[in-house]
């Protein structure tokens, strides 16, 4: 089991900045690939970014070059820093940790933190 705990989310203006945080706890962390999802109101959960257990990431289009996903094992926590953020990244973002092969796939992630809210204003 493991054990996932989002922070770091807010309200923010548009072109700002937050960091999310996800400290994982219980088994080892290093083992597994992690991912940050997010769901809007009214719109499925979708693929935000990932990163294994090597520091190979993958990110979905319409945020690459403003998100940047790290993780850091000795703290156990991943974390996820979006710049230049804009109203449509507004969401509950969720960290998870990966068992499965489909990076894109929620259903390949076993375990879930709780999501952390953002909101970007125009």
């Known amino acids: 089991q493991v054990q996932l705990v989002e922070s770091g989310g807010g309200l923010v203006q548009a072109g700002g900045s937050l960091r999310l945080s996800c400290a994982a706890s219980?088994?080892?962390?290093?083992?597994?690939?992690m991912g940050w999802f997010r769901q809007a109101p009214g719109k499925e959960r979708e693929f935000v970014a990932t990163i294994s257990w090597s520091g190979a990431t993958v990110y979905r289009d319409p945020v690459k070059g403003r998100f940047t996903i790290s993780r850091d094992s000795a703290k156990n926590t991943v974390y996820l820093q979006m710049n230049s953020l804009k109203p449509e990244d507004t969401a509950v973002y969720y960290c998870?940790?990966?068992?499965?092969?489909?990076?894109?796939?929620?259903?390949?992630?076993?375990?879930w933190g709780q999501g952390t809210q953002v909101t970007v204003s125009s």
């Open positions: 219980g088994q080892t962390f290093s083992g597994y690939g």
């Open positions: 998870a940790a990966r068992t499965g092969n489909r990076i894109y796939d929620a259903n390949s992630y076993a375990y």
